[in-house]
């Protein structure tokens, strides 16, 4: 006889299964790649996030870390190069993407042909490099100038019209701008 005021529960009722908390896993993020210096804001996304403390970018903290939710990681990339595995780490353990973030370089400029033009402007530039797929602008003397990419390593820019001297060409794009390629500009010949 049952003396108490719990009621009695069959022996063969089972308990409710305890919770587990879904496996840490990082499923997949964006962007895949951004800039040699860093700054990037990556979204990852995955499983088991609420208890992540840090996330890495190969073997460097990200510059800062978020858990958005559970299924939900903002992270800052730090600067660095090549391509490297993005990891989340908790208390618990850790787990990688199943892809590579990649650090794109900036353009760089090797060579202007010709390396001389007029002071009327209107002379087509090809610029020899890398890093040219993307470009946002290419200027000239300071100012944007019409462009065409060529390839990933070639391009050809207008020259507009400005005074006589060497002046400065730069080629810009998401991931940084090139550092500056000498072009001079000289008077047309007096006839």
Known sequence: MHHGSEPRRPADTPKA????????AVSSFTPAEG????????????????????????????????VDSDTRI???VPP???????????????????????????PSVR???PARGSTTGGDTVTLTGS??????????????????VVSDTVLTAVAQPGPAG??????AAPN??????????????HI
Do not use: N, W
């Open 74 to 76: 903002t992270a800052v």
């Open 131 to 148: 890093g040219f797929t993307g470009t946002t602008e290419v200027r000239l003397d300071g100012g944007p100038v019409a462009f065409t």
């Open 111 to 113: 060579t202007v042909t």
């Open 17 to 24: 299964p305890a919770k587990v908390p879904p496996a840490l």
């Open 166 to 171: 060497v002046t400065q060409v730069t080629v």
């Open 35 to 66: 800039p040699c210096g860093g700054g990037t804001t990556v979204t990852l996304s995955g499983t088991g996030f609420t208890s992540v403390t840090q996330v890495y970018v190969g073997d460097a903290r990200a510059l800062s870390c978020t």
């Open 176 to 189: 940084g701008t090139s550092e500056p390629a000498a072009y001079e500009r000289v008077p047309p010949p």
């Open 80 to 106: 660095g190069t090549g391509s490297v595995s993005l990891t989340v780490a908790a208390p618990g353990g850790s787990a990688c993407a199943p892809h590579l973030y990649s650090y794109t370089p900036r």
